[in-house]
């Protein structure tokens, strides 16, 4: 069966955010991330969506995962993508992230992000708190949607395994008031010889504007990346400044003594 025009009309309306947030609901684009999810969490899609070559090719994982299908051709492919060339296949999925666990959150490395607004960094952001196990990934109320096609794209699966929330850093120091609050400055002291302890909360800034001052009256230390070059480098890209961070924290973490 084709897709009806109400079902086009409400996969293009998902393009835009107040739609993804009316309907709860948001696409996954690209192969990998569509193999990953149809093999590890077929409950999350509602729909596949993709080209008959590629339904054929990947048909016992579709009939083993259980999802229902729908061949579609390039152009109709073309009219609900987000991007400018849309690829073989397309997901309708309606579940959310996983919400942060209280427990884990006391116990672990968390990331709050105070107003990540380039999609792309909060998508890898979120593939690189998966990749070093961080408990959870909070952004303030005016970060980007996580939901947003770049984002889900640059996550790489990532979204699903990760919790996210967004809320205030007060009210989250509100809900975990022993665990100390770690922020990214170029004027803090070098995360090569700063001691972070396991459980603690780690602010990335925005790209244009750094960290608020709402958001700073929250912080208890502050963490730099030396520069090793010639200093005409302003700053690092926020993504780019995580994973290092998380990469010095996480290796700390497993020397002895």
Known sequence: ???????????????????????????????????????????????AIALPAWAEENRKLLESSGVPLETVSGETLEKISS???????????????????????????????????????????????????????????????????????????????????????????ERHPALPVYAASMDGESVYSASVPAAAILVIGSESHGISAETAQQVNAWLGIPSYGEGKTESLNAAVATGILCAVIRGKESIPG
């Open 1 to 47: 069966m084709a897709l009806t025009r109400a079902q086009i009309k409400l996969l293009q309306s998902l393009k835009q955010k107040k739609y993804r947030q009316r309907y709860n609901k948001f696409g996954v684009e690209g192969e990998k991330i569509a193999l990953e999810l149809l093999t590890a969490s077929p409950r999350k899609v509602e729909l």
């Open 83 to 173: 991007f400018q060339t849309p690829n073989k296949v397309y997901l309708l999925v309606s579940t959310a992230p996983a919400s942060p666990e209280l427990q884990t959150v006391n116990t672990g490395l968390s990331l709050y992000l105070d107003g990540i607004q380039d999609p792309g960094n909060l998508g890898t952001i979120l593939r690189i708190a998966d990749w070093f196990g961080l408990s959870a990934v909070f952004c303030a109320p005016h970060s980007v949607e996580w939901a947003n096609p770049k984002a889900i794209q640059a996550s790489m699966g990532s979204f699903f395994r990760t919790p996210v929330e967004y809320l205030s850093l007060a009210a989250l120091r």
